[in-house]
């Protein structure tokens, strides 16, 4: 069985970020500091050895006199040789014997011999800086201890680089509670989101503050918002579906189980049934298919003649019989939308004004606009819809039917709600003067739906263009 290995957590690679930045900034300026501080105590040395030759070369005085007077310094010494023989020599500060060094000896007299008077020579006790003066077969001497000189350096690099360890300890601890803190509401939006189950899509993560850990917490409630009210919708549809399909299921079923096989009228009469109610199926299937298709956002963006679309609805409602169909008025303007889903919209009302106002009675249509909203309306003279009842008719299978026996799925209204707010506009029904109602579609001029290469069928109500092509 393979082992997954955890990973690493946001928090922990921030703070190791964080501190290796520190530990890179703490190393850059302690070696800095260091290689300035070497440079400088290796100038100063220099400078000492230059002040030497000077004096001694002016001085006029014979080596061993010139050591006598010479003061011993800590990190130096002074001596005076001729060929193999050490003539005289500064009190040897601690560490550095010179005078009874044999190997710093044999190369300070190979180096004069090639007359290398200054450079650097290695000691029992480390390298050395010296300077030499020579008079006669004598040469006086001077040697600087660099490892001794650079004592106070070290010491302080070591000083630093224990600072910078406790510094980048506290860092880290104090880090680790930042970042902690940092990540806590990130840290609340997983636990929540955890916890969210499709039975409970309401618990929401409070958004603090204004940074982005609180924009992204409120684009999260905002997607289980959207995601909230999908589910219900789907739900609600569900729901009214099963309700729909019981209906024609017992119709059949009931008819089926008490058909009499042997009766030929029998037969017939409940396959005629049958079909009829599969067509109703169909249609309702059909229906939901086209709402889920608006909802969805399947709309082809063009400009649409408000004009030109009310001739086009008036041409196609004249194949709706058993009224007459008049055009009112004709509007101007231009909406930028799906012709073919407003011009379903548009039908989807004058079928629906046909079903419920009794036959041949009149019914017009027409548009209008103020500059900005064009007006497209359906006025029919039948019974009209109860004010307390017009915030139902756009719901999905709710019916508010003053006719009993009208056909149809109950989603023909839920359509033409979907189309209109597709193109962010609205529907509104009002009272006929002298009886009826008339529903109009509310849709802005110079809208912008969202375009898509989906097929666009138009479909309105029991499907009113395979009336006029039958016809």
């Known amino acids: 069985m393979i082992r997954r290995t955890r990973p690493v957590s946001a928090r922990v690679r921030l703070l190791t970020a964080i501190l290796g930045v520190v530990l890179l900034g703490l190393i850059i300026a302690g070696g800095v500091t260091f290689f300035v501080q070497s440079e400088r105590v290796l100038a100063n040395a220099q400078r000492q050895l230059d002040g030497f030759v000077s004096t001694v070369s002016a001085s006029g005085q014979d080596a061993t006199d010139l050591v006598a007077a010479a003061v011993p310094g800590r990190t130096d010494g002074t001596l005076a040789i001729s060929g193999v023989a050490v003539l005289a020599t500064t009190p040897a500060p601690p560490g550095l014997p010179l005078a009874g060094d044999a190997a710093f ?38 040697a600087i201890s660099i490892d001794q000189r650079m004592e106070l350096v070290t010491l302080s690099t070591m000083t630093y680089a224990i600072t910078g360890a406790g510094v980048l300890l506290a860092v880290g601890v104090a880090g680790w509670f930042v970042t902690g803190r940092l ?106 298919d086209a709402l889920a298709d608006v909802e969805a956002g399947s709309l082809s963006a063009g400009v649409v003649d408000v004009s030109a679309l009310t001739d086009r609805v008036g041409e196609l409602v ?74 139902r008719v756009f719901r999905r299978f709710d019916r508010v039917s003053t006719r009993r026996g009208v056909d149809g799925s109950g989603l023909g209204l839920s359509i033409v709600d979907a189309i209109v707010r597709a193109h962010d506009g609205h529907c509104t029904i009002t009272d006929t003067p002298g009886g009826g109602a008339t529903l109009t579609l509310h849709v802005p001029l110079g809208g912008s739906p969202a375009p898509t290469d989906l097929p666009t069928p138009v479909r309105a109500g029991d499907v009113v263009l395979q009336r006029e092509a039958t016809g």
């Open 318 to 391: 004249a194949a709706i019989p058993e009224h007459t169909w008049t055009i009112e008025a004709r509007g101007r303007g231009r909406i930028v939308g799906d012709h073919d889903r407003l011009v379903q919209a548009w039908l989807q009302l004058a079928d629906n004004a046909a079903k419920y106002t009794p036959a041949g009675s009149p019914i017009e249509i027409g548009s209008s606009d103020d500059g900005a909203v064009a007006n497209l309306w359906v006025r029919d003279h039948g019974p009209g819809i109860p004010p307390a009842a017009r915030h």
């Open 183 to 288: 990540f806590s509401p990130l840290r609340k939006l997983r636990d929540t989101t955890d916890a969210i189950t499709i039975a409970d899509l309401g618990v929401r993560v409070s958004a603090d503050g204004n940074d982005e850990i609180a924009d992204l917490t409120a684009s999260v409630n905002s997607m289980l918002d959207r995601l909230s009210m999908s589910v219900a919708a789907q739900r609600q549809l569900l729901d009214d579906v099963r309700h729909e399909l019981k209906t024609p299921i017992t119709i059949v079923r009931g008819h089926l189980e008490t058909m009499n096989p042997a009766d030929a009228d029998d037969v017939v009469e409940t396959r005629d049934l049958g079909i009829s109610e599969l067509d109703r199926l169909s249609r309702l299937v059909d229906d939901i």
């Open 105 to 142: 000896l044999d190369g300070l007299r190979a180096a004069l011999d090639r007359g290398e008077l200054r450079g650097r020579l290695d000691t029992a006790a480390g390298p050395v800086l010296y300077a030499a003066v020579v008079d006669g077969d004598a040469a006086v001497v001077q």
